[in-house]
């Protein structure tokens, strides 16, 4: 990995176990940076790497008067990461599951048959579960079946609100359910900012419950005393029509 070069003879980069070191540019191959899109990502923009946890070594740990607990992850070539825990139970939790992604082959599951009755499952004709696709064009727009829904993440929403494409959002929304629901990363139960997706008709904006944030107090102030209480609110008539 080149770190710079301002120099006209030499790089400054990291090599395997050599860090912070010069190397001459002539044995230096430079290739153009391609920033890597974590849109479908669950971390996002936090999403920094991934560790192959296939040739990896993993040991637990414990240090008395420091982080009690921490796993240490040896890769081949790599440094060490080590994943820190306040409570034991928390930290075998994921050394289980490191475990087993280890020991898992690829392709060595069996497709599960899911037992459905014909009869029940023709009744479902409403809100039918449909992939969102990558962007709402106008060919995908023509050819909306108001009996099926799309659900994204929150970062998915704002890829569709640029200035170019927000009113297609609307559009869909207009004939079609959609759900919006807080990205994985919110780690702390934390909640977005549920007037985007109201604004632009999503008919349901999941939230954290659990956290009474000032987005949790907007959905409070929208459904407690409206329509009485029942949770649900009718889409002014003006969202709806073809000149909003």
Known sequence: AVVSTQSTAWCLGDYGPRKRKRFPKRVVRLYEWQEEDNTDNPLGNMCDGMIQLKRSVARLHTVPHKIPHYISIKCEGREEYRMGFLQYEEMETWYSSITNVKKSKPGNKKPSKIKQAPAYSALVIYAMAVPAPPEFTTEYLSNLNYREMSSFAENKLETYLSKETAG?????????????????????????????????????????????????????????????????????????????
């Open 168 to 244: 297609n959002l609307l559009t869909f929304t207009s004939k079609c359910l959609a759900r919006v629901y807080p990205k994985m990363w919110r780690t702390n139960s934390s909640n977005y900012d549920p007037l985007l997706a109201w604004n632009y008709g999503v008919q349901l904006v999941a939230l954290n419950y659990q956290t009474p944030d000032k987005p949790m107090q907007l959905n409070w102030g929208k459904f407690h005393n409206s329509n009485g209480g029942c949770g649900y609110v009718k889409k002014p008539y003006e969202m709806v029509s073809i000149k909003f």
